[in-house]
């Protein structure tokens, strides 16, 4: 795959880069002697690059692969093939002893802040516990002004340092995630699916959040997300997944304005539409069967059996995340095309 997007150009190297990257799961049978029968192919050749202060949105159905490549990112699973460069270094199949220093580069905002956080701990005790594992970060005379200080910077009150979790709403549990993962002053967060658990209301207000921090602090985000109206408010950068690939890729305008890839394409069609006035009026995108098991995918692309376009050649070769003959933004299909599917009217 080759995908050169965002700042490259500049000059400006990524603070993270994942290249080739491949991560199946082995299934196995037997109780005394266990044997692979096949793999669950999670994530299959995704090239990825984030550049300081920046958002690369990752998008896709459920089942794509979307936490696993989470997961690969920051180390909590390891790659069974491929490159994972942070900052220039490799960090891709790094021990849990090597991999040490690098954790306080790359941190993990979880998608469910009701099960991420231990409901045994006062929220001092949790914002505070990478002190623990990383004490050259913070002197521990200094750290309990620091957790509030951490707090305040998400928008939580300081004196309730010595309450816990269940005392607390899912947008504020949130807040105290995130406040955790700035902890140890990364400058990368890789948020998985973190406003997927929250109201609506609160949504907004974390992604705001968010926002803020990014400007405050300098972050560069990989943000990871079902819903494409969130990942468009917030992402410079995005990138569709499609059963453990990266189907198209481009920045928020090419994607959202200017699709190419008829998957890209079906998931926006389905995006509601908030104007009543509007609504019927677009060319809606239905597509036909289920998403195939990573277990077994088709040959050749991937989408093609869901896909109104696909043809034989479809299902021989498997197509490259490209950039178009016109310049056009990186997409991985034989006959790509741009398409209204906001404003067309049928």
């Known amino acids: 795959m080759n995908a050169e997007l965002g700042q490259a150009d500049r000059g400006v190297d990524p603070v993270l880069e994942a290249k080739d990257l491949v991560k199946h799961f082995p299934i196995q049978r037997g109780v005394v002697v266990k044997r692979t029968v096949g793999h669950v192919q999670a994530v299959d050749g995704v090239d990825l690059k984030l550049y300081p202060g920046k ?3 990752v998008v896709g159905e459920s089942g794509c692969g979307k936490s696993t490549l989470a997961k690969l990112l920051v180390g909590l699973e390891s790659p069974t093939s491929g490159s994972i460069k942070l900052q220039g270094k490799e960090i891709g199949n790094l021990s849990n002893r090597r991999m040490r220093p690098f954790r306080r580069d790359i ?12 409901p045994r701990l006062t929220v001092g005790d949790i914002v505070g516990e990478p002190f623990e594992i990383h004490p050259e970060v913070v002197p521990r005379a200094k750290r309990a002004g620091e957790v509030k200080e951490l707090l305040d910077m998400v928008g939580l009150s300081p004196d309730h340092v010595n309450r816990y979790p269940h005392q607390f709403s899912g947008g504020q549990r949130q807040r ?6 700035l902890a140890l002053r990364p400058q990368v967060l890789v948020c998985d699916e973190p406003v997927s658990a929250l109201d609506v209301s609160i949504q907004g207000q974390v992604i705001n959040l ?4 990014q400007n405050e602090l300098g972050l560069a985000y990989v943000f990871i997300a079902h819903d494409l109206s969130v990942v468009r408010h917030i992402a410079d950068e995005v990138a569709v997944m499609y059963l453990g690939k990266v189907v198209e890729q481009g920045t928020g305008p090419e994607i959202y304005d200017h699709p190419r890839h008829p998957y890209t ?5 389905a995006v509601p539409v ?7 009026q677009r060319d809606e995108i ?11 995918p088709p040959s050749g692309c991937r989408f093609r059996t869901r896909c109104w376009k696909a043809t034989d050649h479809c299902a021989e070769e498997v197509p490259s995340l490209d950039v178009g003959d016109n310049g056009t933004h990186p997409t991985a299909c034989f006959y790509a095309e741009e398409r209204d599917v906001t404003h067309a009217v049928k």
Request: charged share 20%; hydrophobic share 40%; proline share 10%.
């Open 107 to 118: 941190q993990l905002v979880f998608q469910d802040p009701y099960t991420s956080l231990n």
């Open 274 to 280: 908030p104007d009543p006035d509007l609504r019927g």
């Open 55 to 57: 958002t690369l949105g």
């Open 265 to 269: 394409q079906a998931l926006l069609s």
């Open 210 to 213: 968010l926002e803020r921090l």
């Open 176 to 181: 105290i995630g995130i406040a955790r993962a």
């Open 286 to 296: 239905v597509l036909q069967g289920d998403v195939p098991s990573p277990i077994d």
